[in-house]
Nanobody, 119 residues
Framework: QVQLVESGGGLVQPGGSLRLSCAAS?????IGWFRQAPGKEREGVSC????????DYTDSVKGRFTISRDNAKNTVYLQMNNLKPEDTAVYYC???????????????WGQGTQVTVSS
């Protein structure tokens, strides 16, 4: 079983930046970031494959968010720039065999970290 620990959430003003981290207890093939706002369904935000560093992003974050990984540390980062109030949500990372924005493909999930974008 893989354990995931997210960190880096917080309160930020619109237009600000945050960097989320997801540390895995073991090697994983792909990690995805998901988010869930109150009253809304969970949404796939971004993902990355270990073997070739290929990535995917949901349209609403393209050009603002960047996913990256440090394989030596089994850690994935989500750099979030130009944050908007609609980015407010609990952000989760999860593991899968292949990068996808489809949540049911993921096996293990972290506990989540709150991101609040507000003035």
């Amino acid at each position: 079983q893989v354990q995931l620990v997210e960190s880096g959430g917080g309160l930020v003003q619109p237009g600000g930046s945050l960097r989320l981290s997801c540390a895995a207890s073991a090697f994983v093939y792909a990690i995805g970031w998901f988010r869930q706002a109150p009253g809304k369904e969970r949404e796939g935000v971004s993902c990355i494959n270990t073997n070739d560093n290929s990535t995917d992003y949901t349209d609403s974050v393209k050009g603002r968010f960047t996913i990256s990984r440090d394989n030596a540390k089994n850690t994935v980062y989500l750099q979030m720039n130009n944050l908007k109030p609609e980015d407010t949500a609990v952000y989760y990372c999860a593991t899968a065999d292949l990068c996808s924005l489809y949540g049911p493909l993921y096996d293990y999930w972290g506990q989540g970290t709150q991101v609040t974008v507000s003035s």
